[in-house]
T-cell receptor
Framework: DAGVIQSPRHEVTEMGQEVTLRCKPI?????LFWYRQTMMRGLELLIYFNNNVPIDDSGMPEDRFSAKMPNASFSTLKIQPSEPRDSAVYFC?????????????FGPGTRLTVL | AQTVTQSQPEMSVQEAETVTLSCTYDTSESNYYLFWYKQPPSRQMILVIRQEAYKQQNATENRFSVNFQKAAKSFSLKISDSQLGDTAMYFCAFMKFNAGNMLTFGGGTRLMVKP
């Protein structure tokens, strides 16, 4: 398996522009997570989906952030309009939700820079 | 809500020596899981070791072992025979049992292995 795939790996944009980050989870996994990592706040869970349904979006910072999972193999995180304080590394992770220990597998991350 | 604290922002160790990274957590749950993740300069999040709270035996994975003290809510990671490739950020994480596989991360410890 190719693991969790994220694109793009790097994104540089200007303040006010729309940014879309993409994630393909591991085939067969039914849970998907979006995290944001910054020096100041560490790793924060933004939102997670189970069976394509958003379960907890309490970590989404503002209405400028939205996430979708139209099918089991694809998810997007959109920021509109983007601001310099959104600069961070965004990780997507997936897992197979079963009884017992359910490891999360992380993608390589997208480094976002908003100028 | 759960909190995870890593009190050592940075540590260093000489190659081939042993180092212990600290982690404490706060929870009212009785069933849960604990993890250590490694994040090398490549940014990839890699699972190092995990521990089920109901197991008294400390988990071990090759050179990596944990000291799990449930009453004290402590979960330290010991790295034996440190190697240059162990240089990375290390994150301690908590997962409630049967709660959607959500992880709560500590702030991380930056480990430098010196030749």
């Amino acid at each position: 398996d190719a693991g969790v795939i994220q694109s793009p790996r790097h994104e540089v944009t200007e303040m006010g522009q729309e940014v879309t980050l993409r994630c393909k989870p591991i085939s067969g996994h039914n849970s998907l997570f979006w995290y944001r990592q910054t020096m100041m706040r560490g790793l924060e869970l933004l939102i997670y989906f189970n069976n394509n349904v958003p379960i907890d979006d309490s970590g989404m910072p503002e209405d400028r952030f939205s996430a979708k999972m139209p099918n089991a193999s694809f998810s997007t995180l959109k920021i509109q309009p983007s601001e310099p304080r959104d600069s961070a590394v965004y990780f997507c992770a997936s897992s197979l939700r079963l009884a017992g220990v359910n490891e999360q597998f992380f993608g390589p991350g997208t480094r976002l820079t908003v100028l | 809500a759960q909190t995870v604290t890593q009190s050592q922002p940075e540590m260093s160790v000489q190659e081939a020596e042993t180092v212990t990274l600290s982690c404490t957590y706060d929870t009212s749950e009785s069933n849960y899981y604990l993890f250590w993740y490694k994040q090398p300069p490549s940014r990839q999040m890699i699972l190092v070791i995990r521990q089920e709270a109901y197991k008294q035996q400390n988990a071990t994975e090759n050179r990596f072992s944990v000291n799990f003290q449930k009453a004290a809510k402590s979960f330290s990671l010991k790295i034996s025979d440190s190697q240059l490739g162990d240089t990375a950020m290390y994150f301690c994480a908590f997962m409630k049992f049967n709660a959607g596989n959500m992880l709560t991360f500590g702030g991380g410890t930056r480990l430098m292995v010196k030749p």
